[in-house]
């Protein structure tokens, strides 16, 4: 599955500070743009699967129906 997110990075000193800005928390670091745009792929992989787990676990032994959504967006 493909997902698209906004990244925006800002140059604070020697490095570069990176978000995502549909995923409040996907913030990350690096010392080149190139470092910080990887560290941040693998920050949102990190909250995506983390907030996977957290829904699995508060369903889990519920009787809930689950399908995929898709969203086009301007």
Aim: aromatic share 4%; net charge negative; proline share 1%.
């Amino acid at each position: 599955m493909i997902h698209e997110f906004t990244a925006v990075f800002e140059k604070v000193g020697g490095h570069y500070v990176a978000s995502a800005e549909e995923l409040p928390g996907a913030n990350t670091q690096g010392e080149t743009l190139e470092e910080a745009r990887e560290n941040l792929k693998e920050a949102i992989l990190l909250i995506l699967e983390s907030n996977r787990a957290l829904s699995e676990a508060e369903l889990k032994n519920k009787l809930v129906l689950k399908e995929a959504i898709r969203i086009n967006s301007a």
